[in-house]
């Protein structure tokens, strides 16, 4: 009995719908849209959430780099720019006191400024990296063509160089990289191998890179340079090394008790706040305009079904005549909201699913970096957005359903 007066029902709800196109089309104009802006958030967050996971597997979930910079932008950068340079010897004293950790390597860095030949082209803006034996056994050293520097390359500072996948890509766009010969700032550097792609919306700079041996660097660019060091805590507790870290480099670097720290231990907690900032700042705008959205929808709604009880004033008092109940009639203008806002639902898949398409598919040929975007509608978005529709419409619908319920046959029948 119950599941004829749902089938019943639904059919008249959508006949009453269908019958009045383009009023219910505009109705449900504000359902919509509310229901668009929840789809679009919901796209953009799990998008920022792949973004953040793959930030942290680049970085390493138990790597510290520690450099006088603070890459999560947590410190003015007047003050970072004013602390003195990390220099090669205290970056060897710190390796040599540590030790509660798997590893520690040594990086220098000429940041741009590079210019980079080959044969007769010029490529600019490419930082080029000086890195150690135990560069190879981070996140950031892992090799996708060719091999890394052998020991006897780093010891002697041959001038061999590993290019970053941005720059394999813009230097060789055929791919081939290997066993070419390449010029750095004048110098013949061979290449024996590709860095595997590590760049993410937040650090896509990290694959615009010539990673050449640290020895090398130092001949080439000397020894007056900024370098970092590079931790891996490994299988023992991170708090622990995290702490071992900081006192070993306040020592080497002779900082006093009570002064602050003049470097900045980097690493995946580092980037929390700034997420937690992004995702607030993109929730808080998606629910605003979603509530004021549904409002609007559930204004619009709620009008429609206060006109459709009125118009169908008498066809509820001969159903009433005839001995239908109360609850029926409830149901049945219930179900012609819910039946509206979800054909509303049904619109936005398909503008949003055009939307998001054209966005993920175009945006990256400009912007690279971009290509974290999806192209299609996760289905967990389109079950929530199903459900809030529904839910919408059960809500605009509750007042004139109780109106078109409680009328009285006799008074329905005589309305004109």
């Not at 910079?69 to 602390?83: A, V």
């Not at 490529?123 to 020991?151: A, L, M, P």
């Not at 306040?250 to 900032?277: H, L």
Request: with cysteine; charged share 20%.
């Amino acid at each position: 009995m119950i599941l004829t007066q749902l089938i019943e029902s639904t059919r008249i709800a959508f006949d009453q719908i269908f019958a009045n196109k383009l009023r219910s089309l505009l109705s449900a104009l504000g359902v919509v849209i509310g229901i668009s802006v929840v789809i679009i958030m919901g796209w953009l967050i799990l998008a920022l959430n792949e973004v953040v996971e793959n930030t942290f597997n680049m970085m390493g979930a138990d790597m510290m780099w520690v450099t006088r910079f603070d890459w999560s932008g947590g410190t003015r950068w007047e003050e970072m720019r004013n602390r003195k340079k990390f220099s090669l010897s205290v970056c060897q004293d710190f390796a040599k006191t540590m030790h509660n950790c798997e590893l520690i390597c040594i990086e220098g860095s000429a940041w741009g400024g590079n210019a980079v030949k080959y044969k007769n082209e010029l490529y600019d803006g490419i930082s080029v990296d000086g890195d150690d034996y135990n560069f190879q056994f981070t996140t950031n050293g892992e090799i996708d063509e060719g091999r890394y520097f052998s020991q006897m390359e780093i010891k002697y500072g041959m001038q061999v160089c590993l290019l970053g996948s941005k720059v394999a890509e813009a230097i060789f766009p055929n791919g081939n990289a290997l066993g070419k010969r390449i010029h750095i700032i004048g110098k013949p550097f061979t290449i024996v191998g590709v860095l595997k792609k590590q760049g993410t919306a937040m650090m896509d700079f990290v694959d615009n890179r010539i990673s050449i041996p640290l020895p090398t660097f130092i001949k080439c660019y000397g020894i007056d340079r900024d370098f970092s060091v590079g931790v891996k805590a490994g299988p023992y507790n991170l708090d622990e090394v995290r702490a071992e870290t900081e006192g070993t480099m306040r020592t080497v670097r002779n900082i006093k008790p009570g002064q602050p720290n003049d470097f900045s231990i980097n690493e995946t907690k580092a980037f929390e706040e700034q997420t937690r900032v992004i995702r607030a700042s993109v929730y808080g705008v998606g629910i605003g305009m979603t509530m004021l959205s549904f409002i609007v929808g559930i204004i619009g709604i709620m009008n429609i079904m206060f006109v459709s009880v009125t118009e169908r004033t008498k066809e509820i008092g001969i159903r009433k005549a005839i001995g239908a109940k109360s609850h029926s009639i409830l149901l049945q203008f219930i179900i012609e909201a819910a039946a509206l806002c979800f054909i509303g639902a049904i619109i936005s898949f398909i503008l949003c699913s055009i939307l998001i398409y054209s966005v993920a598919t175009i945006l990256p040929t400009y912007y690279p970096s971009a290509n974290f975007l999806t192209p299609y509608l996760p289905l967990n978005l389109l079950a929530i957005a199903t459900f809030i529709s529904i839910a919408v419409g059960i809500i605009a619908g509750i007042v004139p359903a109780r109106r078109a319920a409680n009328l009285a046959p006799i008074d329905a029948l005589n309305f004109e």
